[in-house]
């Protein structure tokens, strides 16, 4: 019997991660059970559906890569779940989440970081397939070449030959797709894909990116720290403050109907929500507080210009106060 798949690919409920402080020896014996941990992710909770482009956003140190390493397994969880077609990843045997990870690719931030320097790019790119289709040998060059061509690194022959510090940063950044996108999977995890490239090339990335999750009918998780970015890319979109959703709907509407102070301020900070455009963005007043001790009620009240007693007090759940679109804020019906 062939199971029937799943439309939401990704299940995220409850999701925590907290870090232990690093501290020395003595520190930690008499910290005993107190102590401090850094809440990277504290309570999130999210799916994504087959075919959708899901977005995170935050500031930097919201937890945006930990709840990514988290959803395909690179991480486990202090607290929560996550399940990936229908499966619980920590109910699985090493060797099947081996198998698993195979349909969750990742293509991350610094493309100079993430290839061995002293492997050819066609070697880079054909990697996946060594480890996950080993019986395939014949075949592993002509996908490869084939994948190049479709990232635009023609002619692949040429590219195949190549080192990475012999190519330019944006050809390293279509090998990193490549890479990728050879094992064929279903979810690819991007960590701010275009932050590290130079500004001239990042939309036709984005543009490449689009082009790829149709042809090859992929699920998207985006992360990325920039609104316009997201917007260019994202079907859905959760705004990350501190390790929680802020708020959480479809594109169009958080740009239309932003509820959050938060979410309003950062697109108050983006003029021109446009990837094309060279304007970088300011983010709200005020320092993100430290995860290790997080503000009391809701995480946002101290950089909140309408937070009033109860902010400081009580944590704000999410709440649906439009169709598929949620807010954590005391006060967000009187911001729609
Ligand atoms: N392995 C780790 N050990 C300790 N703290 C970590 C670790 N990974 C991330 N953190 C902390 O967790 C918080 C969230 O980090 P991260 O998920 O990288 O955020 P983002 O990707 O949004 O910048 C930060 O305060 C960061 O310093
Ligand atoms: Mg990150």
């Known amino acids: 019997m062939v199971a029937e798949k799943q439309n939401d690919l990704v299940e995220i409920k409850n999701l925590k991660k907290w870090f232990p402080v690093e501290k020395n020896f003595l520190d930690q014996f008499f910290a005993g059970r107190h102590l401090k941990h850094v809440r990277a992710v504290d309570g999130v909770s999210f799916t994504i559906k087959r075919g959708e482009a899901f977005g995170l956003a935050g500031e930097s140190g919201s937890g945006k890569t930990t709840i990514g390493r988290l959803a395909i397994g690179l991480e486990t969880p202090t607290e929560g779940q996550v399940k990936f ?28 970081a993430s290839l061995n320097p002293r492997m050819t790019l066609g070697d880079s ?10 019986e395939q040998a014949a075949t592993h060059r002509d996908t490869a070449l084939s994948i190049m061509e479709k990232v635009g690194l023609t002619p692949p ?4 030959n190549k080192y990475p510090h012999q190519v330019s940063g944006g050809q390293r950044q279509r090998v990193v797709i490549a890479r990728a996108l050879i094992t064929r999977p279903e979810l690819v995890l991007a960590d701010e894909p275009i932050a590290m490239a130079d500004v001239s090339v990042r939309a036709m990335l984005l543009d490449l990116m689009v082009q790829l999750k149709k042809e090859y009918s992929l699920t998207y998780l985006f992360i990325t720290h920039d609104l ?10 959760a705004i990350l403050y501190l390790g929680q959703i802020a708020e959480l709907g479809d594109l169009p509407e958080i740009y239309s109907h932003p509820m959050h102070p938060y979410t309003r301020a950062l697109l108050a900070a983006v003029p021109v929500p446009d990837p094309h455009s060279r304007r970088t963005q300011n983010m709200p007043e005020g320092e993100i507080p430290n995860p290790i001790d997080p503000p009391s009620g809701c995480r946002f009240h101290p950089r909140c210009p309408f937070a009033k007693k109860d902010c400081t007090e ?12 949620l807010v954590a804020c005391h006060y967000a019906d009187q911001f729609g």
């Open 85 to 112: 077609d229908g499966v619980d990843l920590s109910s699985l045997q090493p060797e099947a989440l081996r198998k698993m990870r195979r349909r969750m690719q990742v293509i991350f931030q610094d493309p100079m």
């Open 314 to 325: 009580i944590q704000p759940q999410l709440r649906e106060l439009r169709p598929g679109h």
């Open 157 to 160: 022959n040429y590219f195949f």
């Open 228 to 237: 316009a970015t997201a917007k260019y890319i994202c079907d859905r979109i």
């Open 125 to 134: 790119i054909s990697q996946g397939l060594k480890i996950h289709f080993p």
